[in-house]
């Protein structure tokens, strides 16, 4: 149970055993992909201003409404 720092520098020190975990389920660092389905690869921590800011698939309200 030695404890590491992530090895995707996301500054969290965790116990080595549950790197994975914390890689696959909740890091912000990790790479994935947008839910809207735009092609674009995000990390997970920038995924929701990457949706509702910078996605051109993402469909937002009309402000004339």
């Known amino acids: 149970y ?3 720092e992530c090895k995707l520098k996301c500054s ?5 055993n549950d790197m994975e975990d914390h890689i696959r389920e ?7 992909k947008c ?8 990390e997970r921590g920038e995924a929701e ?4 800011i910078d996605c ?3 469909f937002i309200e009309c402000p004339n409404k």
Not at 12 to 16: K, R, S
Not at 35 to 42: A, D, L, N, W, Y
Not at 49 to 52: E, Q
């Open 49 to 52: 201003r990457h949706v509702h």
């Open 35 to 42: 839910k809207s389905r735009c092609g674009k690869v995000v």
């Open 26 to 32: 909740e890091c912000p660092k990790t790479l994935i």
């Open 56 to 58: 051109p698939l993402e």
């Open 2 to 4: 030695r404890i590491v």
């Open 12 to 16: 969290l020190m965790l116990p080595l």
